[in-house]
């Protein structure tokens, strides 16, 4: 299957400030990516989607970069708070296969 | 409007015994997913349905695990017989066409 990894498995980060998770995706033919929010003993909550005809997306406190050149996707939370201490992961989908692939995850521990 | 339902929440079992999980998808949902979690990994596509049809189970592992969607909504996944390295959280999700995935809880299995 596809290759979608991400660049760091743990992020600390103090309470106010910005966080940015990032993630690597291998297969250049996705053209759907989702980011989803896990907290311990749920499920994947989605947090916030980006389709490859765009390179910037916004939700709330929220924002998701999309680098299709060198297959890159960020996820930006602004103000972090102790609500946002999680695992994320990426995952990507080819349009018409409809398979949701995942990456390993990263840890965010927001320090009160 | 309920999410994604699945049963049990934890199961515990001897190996060589069999388990089944069920999931009740969102209403109108037509794919329904099943994914494997490993303890600090990104959940692993086991099989995904498109309305009854299984439409792709490379990876589920036929000769323990099987699944149904008789009806096009419920759908049930059974491993006979379980083994040791069986222990993982099982997850649905479900979508509407090439929208986002939404997860359940998930069901934790031990096997001891």
């Known amino acids: 299957g596809e290759s979608v990894g991400l660049h760091l498995p743990t992020l600390s980060v103090q309470e106010g400030d910005n966080s940015i998770i990032n993630c690597a995706y291998s297969?250049?033919?996705?053209?759907?990516f989702i980011w989803y929010k896990q907290e311990s003993g749920k499920g994947p909550q989605f947090i916030i989607d980006?389709?490859?005809?765009?390179d910037k997306r916004q939700g709330q406190r929220v924002t998701v970069l999309l680098n299709k050149t060198v297959k890159h996707l960020s996820l930006q939370i602004a103000a972090t708070q102790p609500g946002d201490s999680a695992v994320y992961f990426c995952?990507?989908?080819?349009?018409?296969?409809?398979?949701?692939?995942f990456g390993t995850g990263t840890r965010l521990t927001v320090i009160p | 409007e309920a999410g994604v339902v699945q049963s049990p929440r934890y199961k515990i079992i001897e190996k060589k015994q069999p388990v089944a999980f069920w999931c009740n998808p969102i209403?109108?949902?037509?794919?329904l997913y099943w994914y494997l979690q490993n303890l600090g990994q990104g959940p692993e596509l086991l099989i995904r349905?498109?309305?009854?049809?299984?439409?792709?189970d490379s990876q589920l592992p036929k000769d323990r695990f099987s699944a149904e969607r008789l009806k096009g909504v419920d759908s049930t996944l059974k491993i006979q017989p379980a083994e040791l390295g069986d222990s993982a959280v099982y997850l649905c999700?479900?979508?509407?066409?090439?929208?986002?995935?939404?997860f359940g809880q998930g069901t934790r299995l031990t096997v001891v």
């Open positions: 999700a479900s979508s509407q066409g090439t929208a986002e995935a939404f």
């Open positions: 980006i389709r490859s005809n765009m």
């Open positions: 297969n250049s033919a996705s053209d759907y």
């Open positions: 209403s109108g949902h037509n794919t």
């Open positions: 349905y498109e309305n009854e049809e299984a439409v792709d």
């Open positions: 995952a990507e989908k080819v349009t018409g296969a409809n398979n949701l692939f």
